[in-house]
């Protein structure tokens, strides 16, 4: 049986990214982070807009066989796709290698903390539960 293992994500940065973009080849979709850092699905048309308001050239020059904008949408492809995107329990949000899928965790877990205070109606029922016998269960 498989073992969820945690590793970290290894991959060749093949041109620098203005900002983090995943994609997801099963829907064909990028996902990428929003004003308030949360993952958001956009399409192929909407990154195009995207890499081009950070700088990149659109159209083809002379010598190349494709724009600047579209070689950083092949690199993406290539170099930074996940097998998987979703909320998965107990991992923050982010990018995680688990059985050598890399998986793209869109929403971390919310902890809830218990505070220090007495519960006696639960104490009472774990009391009866566990030290109504000879040899007491609870210390």
């Excluded at 900002?19 to 048309?45: L, M, N, T």
């Excluded at 909407?46 to 010598?63: H, P, V, Y």
Aim: proline share 5%.
């Amino acid at each position: 049986m498989n073992e969820l293992v945690e590793n970290p994500v290894p991959f060749e940065v093949i041109q620098e990214l203005p900002f983090e973009v995943w994609y997801h080849a099963p829907s064909g979709k990028f996902f990428i982070k929003d004003s308030r850092d949360k993952y958001i699905q956009i399409i192929r048309e909407a990154l195009k807009i995207k890499i081009a308001r950070c700088g990149f050239n659109s159209r083809i020059q002379d010598g190349e066989n494709v724009s600047e904008r579209d070689a950083m949408i092949d690199d993406i492809m290539a170099s930074y796709n996940v097998d998987h995107v979703g909320e998965l329990a107990g991992y923050q949000s982010g990018v995680h290698t688990i059985n050598n899928a890399r998986i793209l965790v869109t929403k971390s877990p919310t902890i809830i903390k218990g505070d220090k205070r007495p519960y006696q109606t639960l104490s009472q029922i774990f009391e009866g539960m566990f030290n109504s016998g000879d040899i007491p269960q609870l210390n």
